[in-house]
């Protein structure tokens, strides 16, 4: 692999590590680029982490970088879940399955940490690392800084309502990585593009965070019915509409405000039912007189009464095969 003159050790290459880390690391030296990779904790994490969810762009990167096998072999695997709602005793089942599917095409759910490890083990043989160091805590108002840019979670801030900000950060640092290699290492123009490049898509992301928010965390009991009513719907609709649902939602219209909004066309129809028995029973109280508005004429039918109830308007037809000839023919 060669070595960009002048880029070995440089501040500007050295990464923290983690999800971007890695990942940055990996595609700079493929790039030709010598990296230092600074982390504070002591040794690499492999605990587990928590679980994230990287979709198809940060998908298409880890193939690329040929990890895609170990990626799979690591997945958690988790495909239902239950949720148990405070008062009521049925747990609300969801396949997750589903859910996954309506998001992305290509999606794995994996330990955060066990993702690092394998975009770590990628890149170990050609990566300095020094851990249990640490980089000067910057605040910024801006991505970048002279010789210093921001990259993942550290530059985005997406917030816990920012919907696979792994994936951002994942495919931050492999744009990142590739800008200094088209401005042959000048760092001046590198980092202003890959601004130009990322800024966008993730003040789009961040722009959907409070309508994200509201539906995932719900404030209220009737928000918290909302949100199971609306995942149990999307399981068990097929992919396709429950896709249509959720890509509605990631534009407004949260998951428990579609399932408030049924339930409130549910009432309605209850109401307008009782309404409607409550009239016949007046009509029936009031006598066997017909007083609604006289029904359009119709031809005269075999089996017409002659009463109130509901009039054929057609031509005669045939009664129904099986039902008048003692069953269908064999
Ligand atoms: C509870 C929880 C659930 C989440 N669920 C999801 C999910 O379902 N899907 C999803 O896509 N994302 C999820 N995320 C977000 C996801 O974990 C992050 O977006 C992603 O890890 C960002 O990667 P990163 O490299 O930017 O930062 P990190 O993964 O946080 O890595 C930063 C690294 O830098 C090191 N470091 C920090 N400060 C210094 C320093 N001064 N010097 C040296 N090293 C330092 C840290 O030790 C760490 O190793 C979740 C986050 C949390 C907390």
């Given amino acids: ?197 990322r800024a966008e898509h993730i003040r789009g992301s961040r722009a959907g965070a409070p309508s994200a928010a509201k539906t995932l965390v719900p404030t209220s009991r009737l928000g918290v019915w909302g949100l199971a009513r609306g995942a149990r719907l999307i399981s068990s609709l097929p992919a396709g509409p429950g896709r249509a649902l959720l890509v509605d939602n990631t534009v407004g219209t949260s998951i428990h405000e579609l399932a408030l909004a049924r339930r409130r066309r549910e009432r309605g129809l209850r109401r307008r039912r009782r309404t409607e028995r409550a009239r016949r029973a007046n009509r029936r109280d009031a006598g066997p007189t017909c007083t609604s508005t006289p029904p359009p004429p119709v031809r005269p039918s075999p089996r017409s009464s002659g009463g109130c109830g509901p009039r054929r308007t057609g031509p005669p037809r045939e009664p129904p095969r099986g039902v008048l000839d003692g069953g269908p023919e064999p």
């Avoid at 988790?78 to 609300?92: F, Y």
């Avoid at 589903?98 to 394998?118: P, T």
């Avoid at 605040?139 to 997406?158: F, H, I, K, N, Q």
Wanted: aromatic fraction near 4%; glycine fraction near 10%; hydrophobic fraction near 35%.
């Fill in 1 to 197: 692999m060669r070595e960009r003159e002048g880029c070995h050790a440089d501040p500007r290459l050295r990464r923290r590590r983690r999800g971007s880390g890695p990942v940055l690391a990996h595609w700079l030296t493929r790039h030709g680029f010598s990296v230092t990779v600074v982390e504070r904790a002591p040794a690499p994490r492999m605990a587990g982490g928590h679980a994230v969810d990287p979709f198809r762009s940060a998908m298409n990167i880890s193939e690329k970088t040929g990890v895609l096998p170990r990626i799979g072999e690591r997945a958690t695997g988790t495909t239902r879940m239950s949720a148990h709602q405070e008062g009521s005793r049925r747990p609300v089942r969801v396949d997750l399955t589903k859910i996954f599917d309506a998001a992305s095409d290509r999606h794995v759910e994996i330990m955060r940490d066990d993702l690092s490890a394998i975009h770590h083990d990628a890149a170990r043989d050609d990566v300095e690392h020094l851990f249990g160091d640490s980089i000067t805590q910057l605040r910024m108002d801006t991505w970048s800084r002279g010789s210093v840019t921001l990259v993942g979670d550290a530059g985005y801030c997406p917030g816990p309502a920012v919907g696979g900000s792994t994936s951002l950060a994942v495919v931050g640092a492999s744009v990142l990585a590739g800008e200094p290699a088209r401005t042959d290492g000048d760092h001046e123009r590198a980092f202003p593009a890959y601004e130009r490049a």
